[in-house]
Every structure is written in C-alpha cells, then in structure tokens.
C-alpha cells in the first residue's frame, strides 16, 4: 500500500502552495484577458481571488501587465469580443511609480570598446558606400 503523505518539510509545502497560488491567480488573469475586456464583475471576482490566494496590489498589477503585453491574448480577445477591448486592463495595470531609468553601464572594458567602435566607425567612412559596390551586368 502507497503512504497516504510524502516525505515533504513544512517549508517545501509553503513553496509548492505558493506556487500554485502564483499559478492559479496568472491563469485567472489570463482567460479573463482572453474573454476580452475587464469588466467591474471581473474586478470584483479578481480582488476577492487575490484576497483569498494571498496576492498583493503589485502582483496583481504586475500580471495584468503581462496579460495586456500578450499578443496571442490580444488576439483572442480581439476574434471573441471585438476590438479595443484592452483599454482598462492597461489602466489596471499601469504603474504608480515610473519606472527609473538606467545609467549606461560601465565595465573594465568600457574603454576599450570604446577606442575599438571608433577605429572601426572610421574604417567605415572610408568605405564606399553599399550602392557604388555593385556589380552592373
């Protein structure tokens, strides 16, 4: 006879529910995008999903992004529902804050990538352009 319980720590369950609670809330996002836009019911049922399967503010916006950025999602919604049915799940979705923008970043091998695009920048000026390399029949 099989052990009715695996051989699983506390802390793997709380992984493995975690997960599946990830799971379950991107999946609920996702057909919910797919039948096309979000309605105040489906606002509703997702802010009482996220409750119940622990999700924060962030997550859930985080999600929507990823849903509202799906072109097969986009796609379904637009053959089952219509057009423009988008709009308020980008809304949902937004950012509170912007995000920052990032420097350019620096390396031990800035310099020399530097000095190797401008040599190379200036073998190239003085290439004849593609169109006078051209073979004529």
């Known amino acids: 006879m099989w052990p009715m319980l695996l051989d699983m720590s506390r802390d793997e369950c709380k992984r493995i529910l975690?997960?599946?609670?990830?799971?379950?809330?991107?999946?609920?996002?996702?057909?919910?995008?797919?039948?096309?836009a979000l309605t105040k019911e489906k606002k509703n049922l997702l802010k009482d999903i996220a409750h119940e399967l622990n999700i924060s503010m962030e997550r859930h916006r985080a999600e929507v992004r990823r849903a509202v950025n799906d072109e097969k999602l986009a796609t379904i919604a637009e053959h089952m529902?219509?057009?423009?049915?988008?709009?308020?799940?980008?809304?949902?979705?937004?950012?509170?804050?912007?995000?920052?923008?990032r420097l350019v970043p620096q390396t031990a091998f800035t310099v020399l990538a530097n000095n190797v695009a401008n040599l190379t920048a200036a073998g190239n000026a003085r290439l004849p352009v593609p169109a006078a390399t051209a073979k004529l029949p």
Not at 18 to 36: C, D, H, K, M, N
Not at 81 to 101: H, K, Q, S
């Open 18 to 36: 975690r997960r599946l609670e990830l799971e379950a809330y991107a999946s609920v996002i996702t057909a919910f995008r797919a039948q096309g």
């Open 81 to 101: 529902a219509g057009p423009d049915t988008g709009t308020e799940w980008a809304i949902v979705g937004r950012r509170l804050v912007p995000l920052m923008p």
